[in-house]
């Protein structure tokens, strides 16, 4: 494939939500590191022969790209941007195609990588299974930021999820924050390990932490409510962000401005937990749709902690049912903090 801006061209009668013709959808999201995600069902992992697995589904995948699908899932329309590198990058493509889902492909040199998600009955557990995926040189980055900003000054809102391709300075994420602002645009911004960490020195609307994260930025373990506002203020006094987002897995999450702190409690899951590969970025989704639309940030972020219970009913990273986060929502419990 080419080392050059693809666009997608949803196919007639894919899943997606595509966008009228010469009209933007308010959310742009951005997967530098992107996946062919392959779930399987087997019976039982053995240690000696052959695991017979039945395929569940085949779909890209990647924070950002999930992160749209789960936006078309909410009802609201998005546009990902990612990179996709030979024959899996056009699989890649294809799929997304496939399914509807707008994109804007960046070919790079490297092969694409494939990640698996593997849901053993017996066990009721799931194994996630993800390669490092290529390297990406000096200019294939450039030439990513500068697709990200020519595209980012069409939509209000930017997604950036999920990890960053060897290659890149931990500092990427820094640029790809000044670049969305300089376009007049809001950045909401899910990571780890050191990008994170380095890309605390550019401001952006919205940061997602879960608790691994967190404990990685404060260098402790955080577990309840006050640990993450503790979290939270670091980031804020900072001039991080605007907005802080700690989840905290069954706790729910701590959502924080610089005029205080919301504890979102999560609601009693409604069946049983069977992995919590998606429940980020569905999460995130339901978060950005439902700025995009207008809402209330608590708002929006309360629906965001029902979706990510809700995601957690699913073994893969499909994205989870609408009606089930819009149905766990109201017991979604908000209470607020003191300064």
Do not use: W
């Not at 992107?34 to 022969?49: H, S």
């Not at 695991?51 to 569940?56: E, G, L, M, S």
């Not at 749709?289 to 629906?303: F, K, Y």
């Amino acid at each position: 494939m080419s080392a050059a801006e693809v666009p997608g061209k949803p196919a007639a009668g894919g899943g997606g939500s595509s966008s009228p013709p010469g009209v933007a959808p308010p959310i742009l999201t951005l997967t530098l590191n992107p996946t062919v995600d392959i779930c399987c069902d087997i019976d039982r992992l053995v240690e000696i022969g052959k695991t017979r697995a039945r395929v569940r589904y085949v779909a890209a995948g990647g924070g950002g790209i999930n992160v749209a699908r789960g936006v078309a899932r909410f009802g609201g329309r998005a546009t990902a941007v990612h990179t996709a590198g030979r024959e899996i990058g056009q699989r890649l493509n294809r799929l997304l195609d496939e399914e509807g889902i707008d994109h804007l492909a960046l070919g790079i040199a490297g092969e694409t990588r494939e990640a698996f998600v593997l849901f053993e009955s017996t066990s009721r557990h799931s194994y996630h299974i993800v390669p490092n995926g290529p390297r990406l040189d000096d200019d294939e980055g450039r030439r990513c930021l500068d697709l990200l900003e020519r595209a980012a000054g069409a939509h209000r809102y930017v997604v950036a999820s999920g990890s960053l391709p060897g290659g890149l300075s931990d500092d990427y994420y820094t640029a790809v924050a000044r670049r969305v602002r300089e376009a007049g645009s809001r950045l909401l911004l899910d990571t780890s390990g050191p990008a994170l960490r380095e890309s605390l020195h550019e401001a952006v609307f919205l940061r997602r932490c879960n608790r691994s994260e967190a404990s990685y930025l404060v260098g402790h373990a955080v577990r309840s409510f006050d640990d993450a506002r503790a979290v939270n203020e670091r980031l804020l006094a900072s001039g991080a962000t605007e907005i802080a987002v700690t989840t905290l897995g069954e706790l729910g999450a701590l959502y924080s401005t610089g005029r205080g702190h919301m504890e979102l409690h999560a609601p009693p899951p409604p069946g049983e937990p069977l992995s919590d590969a998606g429940a980020g970025d569905g999460m995130i989704a339901a978060i950005v749709t439902r700025l995009a639309e207008g809402d209330d940030p608590v708002d929006a972020c309360a629906l965001g902690v029902a979706a990510a219970a809700a995601s957690m009913l699913t073994p893969g990273t499909e994205p989870c049912d609408r009606e089930v986060a819009e149905s766990l929502r109201p017991a979604v419990r908000i209470t607020r903090l003191g300064g």
